[in-house]
């Protein structure tokens, strides 16, 4: 028999290329490339390393799973994302949400912690997976900037106050309720630990030198640009150094009562299994859809801030698919769900990062952590994952957004106090529901209350303006009016209310022209309103005219038969064609 040899056609290329993006940098990939992404990769590895364990212990898990969270997903993400600067890790709001969902499930026992993030992974990363298949990423944009604002806000002040224990030594009862939580921490300050809390106090003025001050300093000295990054960025693996080594040389746990992290499990992450039980699913499905858009709207939102400075592309399906395979990747090796880190993105661009070898060398440099250096975090105390937290997150409390926001439009401004306030008093899944419940009350009540204006011809051109506005020419026998919204079920009636009022106010009027310059779609109601104020129109005598529609919102009209009804020589291209065909101008 003869044997034949496949060639890839350029639509498996093509099919290849777009769900494996680092095939398109892989065919091109040379030495200087290579070293732009080892630096960044190995700077954000230095971040990632302590971060990872802070952020594990921030979502109620122990240390190890946020370094095992840390390896495959950014092997993973690295292959398929489109973002060649995305630093995905473990990340604190993410970690907040963990902790929320699962502790009322877990009621203390760590195993039973574990297993659950481990399935939340796993059905979070299904639901991006899905997203992105189906191309519906556009459902992030029910949750806007004022409602994540208030949201991201108010979860890091949670965040925040959820390390004060760490940072005080003090032990607080499990709460739910963040005010709860916080009359707890008053009431247990005299038993606040002094050694534990001056290692924090330490650790925070270590991390703050580094966030703000070396950079300045390093460049009065005179050191070069690419020694100045990789030295400001070093902070949180000072603080981990300096708080481990004070520990164990004076056995600060033994004598001081200081908390340490204690044994950490040294090697590989290995093959873990989520929980397949249908009714522990259910219980997880709200706080994985809240992770997966939360998550996902992080990630995308700084994936393509970073792109735009390099004028590449990311594509938001892609991105979902490769976040949701990721996340996939956290379930079956021992991590919990990752997104897109905002300042790890932000160093990884800064430092270099050219493509996703990034991550991968990241994720090499964490497996030897965990194969070699385990040990060494023994000693490494609990308030300094605090400390590292409470620096990371307080960037993130942003008031002058609601005080801009306030200024410009008081709807907005409330989505955004609801929501902060929902996340303080309600909790944060539920929190983030009010908020984009409000949003889109708000928005249906703008949209229900739209804009209309009266126009007139701008002097003796075919420009049409609102008579409130500019000083035009109007015509007696012409009622020309223009909708600044699409028409539909919420909105019908105010139009058909409007203009029957302002027909009854002009006896003389004998054409109405409504224009839909700004009408992109009409609905089953709104055609049936528009059907009606034509009867109701003619009745009265007025012809009913439209003006600049716009083509597809006209073929829809057609395929109802609505314009056979209407008259098609009463639609007109422009309203300076209306007002000619009523005999108005020349």
Known sequence: M?????????????????????????????????????????????MLVPQGMAY????????????????????????????????????????????SGLAPLAAGDIATFIQLALTLALIVGLIQTLMGILRIGFI????????????????????????????????????ESFFAQTIAIIERLPQTNGVTASLAISAIAILLFFKYGTVPLLKRMG????????????????????????VWWFELNQYAGVQIVGSVPAGAPSLSMPTADWGTWQLLLPTALAISLVGYMESISVAKSLASKRREKVEPDQELLALGMANLGAAFSGGYPVTGGISRSVVNFTAGARTGMASLITAGFILLTVLFLTPIFFFLPRAILGAIIIVAVVGMIDFQTFIK????NKGDGISLLVTFLAVLTVGVETGILYGAGIAMVFYIWRSSQPHMAIVGRLDNSEIYRNILRHDVQTYPQVLTLRI?????????????????????ERPQVKHFVLIGTAINFIDASALETLE???????????????AAIKGPVLDKLETA????????????????????????VD
């Open 484 to 504: 600044d919204e699409s028409l539909y079920f919420a909105n019908t009636r105010a139009l058909e209310e409007m203009v029957l009022g302002l027909i009854a």
């Open 561 to 584: 038969g609505f314009t056979r009804h209407f008259g098609e020589d009463h639609i007109h291209l422009t309203t300076h064609d209306a007002m000619r065909k009523i005999g108005c």
């Open 405 to 408: 926001t306030w200024r410009y």
């Open 2 to 46: 003869n044997k034949t040899l496949s060639i890839p056609t350029s639509e498996h290329k093509s099919f290849w290329h777009r769900y494996l993006p680092a095939l398109n940098w892989l065919s091109t990939y040379n030495r200087s490339l290579f070293s732009n992404d080892l630096l960044a990769g190995t700077i954000v590895a230095i």
């Open 532 to 546: 009606l104020l034509l009867d109701e129109l003619r009745d009265s005598g007025v012809e009913f005219h439209l």
């Open 223 to 246: 050191v070069g640009e690419s020694w100045i990054l990789p030295i400001s960025k070093i902070g949180p693996l000072v603080a981990v150094v300096f708080g481990t080594t004070i």
């Open 140 to 175: 992030v944009n029910f949750l806007s900037h004022p409602v994540l604002s208030g949201f991201t806000s108010a979860a890091a002040i949670i965040i925040g106050f959820s390390q004060l224990k760490h940072l005080l030594g003090i032990s607080l009862p499990s709460t």
């Open 56 to 99: 594990a212990l921030l979502a109620g898990l122990p240390p190890e799973v946020g370094l095992y969270a840390s390896i495959v997903p950014l092997v993973i993400y690295g292959l398929m994302g489109s973002s060649r600067s995305l630093a995905v890790g473990p990340v604190a709001m993410v970690s907040l949400l963990v902790a």
